[in-house]
């Protein structure tokens, strides 16, 4: 990383958070539902479904989970009311999973069966590593229940990942692959950008050789043409996979994919919790804060 990336990314937590707010808003959606609604119409406008994410994690008071949980069937039934190309994503640290895990469950079992009555699709995001042996059980748990109406995320830089895969797969989860945005230590989890691209690839070809769906999660081109040889080699059916990408990151390739006949969904956060989300948005892409900050502080 170059020193002034370096730099920006010692500096941004210690930025004013009205600062922060201005440089992240190309990746947020806004701060209300309706906002949310606007951008993944104007998504389906362009060919691209969306899955909606209600920000906020690490939730540790029960009143404030149960709200969120709320937020979460909110979601889905608007998209039903309008018909709309979307499903949800939601952090388990957002339903309870801090305070107890039986208390998230509940609270994720009330989310999915408001999606399965709208014939609706629940993700559940992948968090850092503490929390990943319990979200893939209450995940194992849902898929029991509520299969065809809940995925999971796995991320190619754990170690563990292509295990994992194996395991769920047999139970015929539906997958999102991403390479995995949190800071883990080296004794779990790959460090280096290409043996990440490796595991990436290996993890992807698993999840196709057990027959599962899965959500191909990048804007790094090394993954997308290594993905787009593989759909090719296999000729997997449009209906076998989608390529997913995050608001505000690299509309050139996405509209480039969707202009190739492959379904892409983009992932709308949304709401007041918008600062940790930002946060890593930011850390993944310091020279778009650095050149805002340069902009604001030197006025060109
Ligand atoms: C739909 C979706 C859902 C995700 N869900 C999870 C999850 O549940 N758990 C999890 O740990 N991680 C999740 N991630 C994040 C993921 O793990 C990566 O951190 C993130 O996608 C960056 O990795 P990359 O594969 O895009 O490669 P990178 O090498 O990071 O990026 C490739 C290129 O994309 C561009 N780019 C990447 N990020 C940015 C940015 N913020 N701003 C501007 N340009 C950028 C740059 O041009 C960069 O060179 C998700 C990602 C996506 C797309």
């Known amino acids: 990383m170059k020193l002034f990336d370096s730099l920006i990314s010692a500096v941004l937590p210690f930025t004013p958070k009205p600062l922060i707010r201005v440089v992240a808003n190309k990746y947020i959606a806004g701060e209300t539902l309706n906002d949310a609604m606007a951008t993944v119409a104007r998504l389906n406008q362009q060919e691209t479904m969306a899955t909606v994410d209600v920000l906020g994690e690490f939730v540790k008071n029960p009143d404030v989970a149960r709200q969120e949980t709320n937020n979460n069937i909110a979601v889905i039934e608007e998209i039903a009311r309008r018909g709309l190309d979307s499903n949800l994503s939601v952090k388990l640290t957002s339903l309870g999973l801090d305070i107890d895990k039986e208390f998230c469950w509940e609270n994720l079992r009330r989310v999915l069966e408001a999606a399965a009555r709208a014939r609706n699709f629940v993700r559940i995001d992948m968090e850092n590593a503490p929390y ?81 769906y899965v959500g191909i999660a990048t804007h790094d081109d090394v993954l997308i043409d290594g993905a787009r040889k593989i759909i090719a080699e296999r000729g997997l059916g449009s209906q076998q996979y989608e390529f997913q990408m995050l608001l505000g990151v690299r509309d050139g390739k996405r509209r480039e994919l969707v202009g190739q006949g492959h379904r892409l969904r983009v992932y709308v956060p949304f709401g007041r919790d918008w600062y940790g989300y930002s946060i890593r948005r930011l850390k993944e892409n310091p020279s778009i804060a650095g050149h805002v900050f340069k902009a604001i502080f030197t006025g060109n």
């Open 132 to 212: 990943t042996d319990s979200t893939i059980e209450l995940a194992r748990r849902a898929q029991s229940e509520f299969a065809g109406h809940v995925g999971i995320v796995l991320q190619a830089y754990l170690r563990r990942t292509q295990d994992d895969i194996r395991q769920l797969a047999s139970e015929g989860m539906h997958f999102r692959l991403c390479k995995g945005i949190y800071i883990e230590s080296e004794t779990i989890a790959f460090k280096g950008r290409e043996e990440i691209q490796q595991n990436y690839l290996e993890c992807l070809n698993i999840i196709l050789d057990h027959g599962c």
